[in-house]
């Protein structure tokens, strides 16, 4: 099992690019099952959920050539619309494959995901919105068995904001007989990058990133193009690695448009942030002032930037209050950075986290993929040696991230 040992002290400073996001290139890959001609896509990240989430669609009969960052699916022929509980126990956001898989294949077995982690992460809204749609649906065994000669248009609202769920409910909508409308969706960059996507394979998507998204069904979508957009949280986690170190970063190949309330949040900590077109520059000060954050669905502040967060408010001059509001349990980076000497309490879905003057290296273990992050932030500047176990967390979201944090100067290695 792979370790990342760090020596902290190193300021970063230096260029480095950003890659093209996880969170967009998933639901994309499923957006491929919709078209009986190949998807190309371009800038796909080299991630362990990227090969999972391959792994899933070829065992269903998609053939995907992958050269570099470049990746065509082609799922002509769709021999088995399932996925099983042992690729889906490890990769939840399998659970894209349902809405596609039921819209072109009128079929679908997809297992139920576990909670995980993070909380109980429940489908519920996935599941209400292909019911309105027409949608047979059976849970036996823990596996969904879906049904659909073909999916109805339907109006859609949806309990709470769902990221997934939107993107399912859009991807099945594409090929229903007549209109979708889905209300409060979730407005997340991704949201809109997959909108595009589907847009070029020919379907008629309006109103991707606001709240109401409007689908008018086709019979059919056929071969595209698309580049993924860049990953705003590994640019903003390395924004982050930049901050707690005292350094000065130029981020190239990202899109500082969606980042904001990142941003923001930086610039009251006491850093000097510059958007570019394409790049997003970055100056830190000596030492950051702690900030108070609430997590809360697009464009508010990123429940997946909380945990770096709290690695910048444990050196931070001052006391900082984090909420987080969208996962039930997504604080188990706190005891890891209490074991580095962070002064941290947690109350509910409240940490108050009072700055120290430094912590100590130690050896930590990663428990989700952002809180691996958290780790490796604190890590920078910890003093002495931190090692971080279980980093296969990390590799989920974050491609080659002890070469990119070298790059920049950082003292860090992968031990296996
Ligand atoms: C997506 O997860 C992201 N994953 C998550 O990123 C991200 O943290 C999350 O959105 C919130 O922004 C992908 O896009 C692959 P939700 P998702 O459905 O879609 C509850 C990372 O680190 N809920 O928006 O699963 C749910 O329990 C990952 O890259 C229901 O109750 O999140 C949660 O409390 C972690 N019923 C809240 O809504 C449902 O049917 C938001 O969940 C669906 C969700």
């Known amino acids: 099992m792979d370790r990342l040992v760090i020596e902290g002290g190193a300021r970063l400073s230096g260029e480095v ?51 570099g960052s470049r990746m065509v699916l082609d799922c002509a022929a769709i021999e088995r619309p399932e996925a099983p509980y042992e690729r889906v126990k490890t990769m939840r956001a399998s659970i894209l494959t349902l809405g596609p898989l039921l819209a072109r294949c009128g079929e679908a077995r997809v297992s139920l995901p576990g909670g995980c982690a ?58 229903a007989e007549g209109e979708t409308v889905i209300e409060n969706a979730a407005r997340e960059p991704e949201v809109a990058d997959l909108a595009a996507c589907l847009n070029a394979m020919g379907a008629h998507v ?30 903003g986690t390395l924004l982050c690695a930049a901050a707690i170190t005292g350094g000065e970063v130029r981020l190239t190949a990202a899109a500082p448009g969606d980042l904001d309330a990142v941003i923001d949040k930086l610039m009251d900590a006491g850093c000097e942030i510059a958007g570019e077109r394409h790049a997003i520059r970055l100056r830190a000060p000596a030492r950051l002032a702690a900030v108070s ?5 697009y464009p508010g502040f990123p429940t997946d930037m909380q945990a770096q967060f709290m690695a910048l408010d444990a050196v931070a001059e001052g006391t900082g209050v984090v909420r987080e509001t969208i996962f039930e349990n997504r604080y188990m980076h706190a005891q890891e950075l209490q074991r580095l000497g962070a002064d941290i309490r947690i109350d509910g879905n409240t940490a108050v986290v009072r700055g120290v003057a430094r912590l ?15 780790l490796v932030l604190a890590g920078l500047v910890a003093h002495g040696e931190t090692t971080v176990d279980r980093i296969y967390h990390l590799d989920r979201g974050y491609e080659r991230v ?14 296996h």
């Open 293 to 297: 954050l609430r997590t809360a669905p």
């Open 206 to 235: 309006s109103g991707a990133g606001t709240d109401v998204v409007r689908i008018r069904g086709v019979e059919r979508l056929h071969a595209a193009e698309h580049r993924i957009m860049p990953d705003r949280i590994e640019a």
């Open 402 to 415: 002890e070469e990119k944090l070298s790059q920049l100067g950082a003292r860090i290695r992968r031990v």
């Open 360 to 374: 100590q290296g130690a050896v930590v273990m990663a428990t989700d993929l952002r809180a691996s992050a958290c």
């Open 118 to 175: 993070i909380g109980a992460r429940p489908i519920d809204q996935h599941l209400k919105g292909l019911l309105a749609m027409g949608a047979e649906l059976r849970v036996e065994h823990g596996t969904i068995q879906a049904r659909a000669r073909r999916l109805r248009g339907a109006r859609i609202l949806t309990d709470l904001v769902t990221v997934t769920g939107t993107e399912n409910l859009m991807m099945a909508a594409t090929l």
């Open 17 to 67: 690019a950003v890659s093209g996001a996880k969170n967009a290139a998933l639901p994309l890959m499923c957006a491929g099952l919709l078209a009986g001609e190949p998807l190309a896509l371009a800038n796909v990240p080299r991630l362990q959920d990227v090969a999972t989430m391959a792994r899933l669609l070829a065992e269903m009969g998609v053939r995907i050539e992958r050269d």
